[in-house]
């Protein structure tokens, strides 16, 4: 696609104008209920939905539009990992439920700059060096080889640690002992120091830099135009809010997520190999949108379901008796 400038502002507007929309009416603290999550999630999905549809009428047809919703869909379900993550985060630095949703919204606007950064590198070095491909695809390779060891390590849920970053910020400033509403800043003994909802929203924002690292040269392996890069993390990226409440209490029985993310990651890290290899003149197949989105949508799809019955089966055993913790610990893994 050829997007003007003046398209790219109309785009950060637009986005800016949702997010802002969506700030003003939860601005209020308050519990968010299953409705209120399942509502706002679907209006972002369908956001998304028509941001695609408009790509697919107005800006070069099934092309451009294949490659917004597979980019989408891939970084909608990299986003759901991200939501463990969130889970510790929350725990560690025991925030109160009614100013979760704020946490959240922040955060995310934290990363989605910092994401942002991260498309325009991605693209300038794509646009300069065609080997960047091989290290791409090599890295989610690797990455999803990784995926799988930690999923069958089967190690006990871990603890969210402080990066170096938030730790220098915290030293440097200082934080109060407790929370203050939403306050982000209080003068506390003569100085002015960050409070806890400051730093778990810096928490939230910076983690999501480690999820960009393989998010990023995943969905530059289904597309390499700038634009659809980044509205496609933008839309993934904004409903993830409401997707932390909806399905919270859902995370703990996709037990097979692990897996899915690892074939989908190497599916596409095969994928950037082979446009490699195609870019450097060797005659090999290359894989279309289309292909990329069925393989995308159907492991979803299949991981979601074996999950389910993975948990139902561990339920049921949990339900019979003790003595079958061990046969429904064999079924979560198989």
């Known amino acids: 696609m050829e997007v003007s400038p003046t398209l790219w502002v109309l785009t950060i ?60 869909i891939t970084e909608k379900s990299l986003s759901v990992d991200n939501l463990f993550v969130f889970v510790l985060i929350m725990a560690k630095f025991a925030v109160p439920s009614q100013y979760q949703q704020r946490v959240l919204l922040v955060g995310v606007l934290i990363a989605l700059v910092l994401r942002a950064v991260f498309i325009a590198a991605g693209a300038a070095i794509i646009a300069s060096f065609s080997w960047v491909f091989y290290l791409f695809g090599a890295f989610l390779i690797w990455t999803a080889w990784k995926l799988v060891q930690d999923a069958r390590a089967d190690e006990e849920e871990e603890e969210y640690e402080e990066n170096k970053l938030l730790r220098a910020a915290e030293r440097r400033f200082g934080v109060a002992d407790r929370y203050h509403g939403t306050k982000l ?33 995943a969905i530059f392996g289904l597309t390499q135009d700038p634009y659809i890069v980044f509205t496609a993390n933008a839309f993934a990226l904004m409903g993830l809010r409401q997707l932390y ?52 949508c159907a492991v979803l799809a299949v991981t979601t379901a074996t999950s389910l019955i993975a948990s139902r089966k561990q339920a049921a055993a949990e339900a019979a008796g003790p003595g079958s913790d061990e046969t429904a610990k064999r079924s979560v893994d198989a």
């Open 13 to 72: 507007v637009g986005l800016a104008v949702l997010i802002a929309v969506d700030f003003f009416i939860g601005r209020k603290p308050h519990d968010v209920s299953i409705k209120e999550a399942g509502i706002w999630t679907v209006v972002w999905i369908a956001l998304a939905g028509l941001f695609g549809l408009g790509l697919l009428l107005y800006g070069g047809g099934g092309g451009p539009a294949g490659e917004f919703f597979a980019g989408f």
């Open 185 to 217: 800043w209080i003068q506390q003994n003569g100085k002015r120091v960050m409070t806890p909802m400051l730093v778990v929203m810096l928490a939230i924002g910076t983690t999501d830099v480690l999820f960009a690292l393989d998010s990023i040269p």
């Open 245 to 296: 409440f909806l399905i919270g209490g859902l995370l703990r029985k996709l037990v097979h997520l692990s897996y899915g993310l690892s074939i989908i990651l190497g599916f596409i890290g095969v994928k950037l190999v082979l446009h490699a290899l195609h870019e450097s003149g060797v005659h090999v197949p290359e894989i279309s949108i289309p292909v990329s989105l069925g393989v995308i």
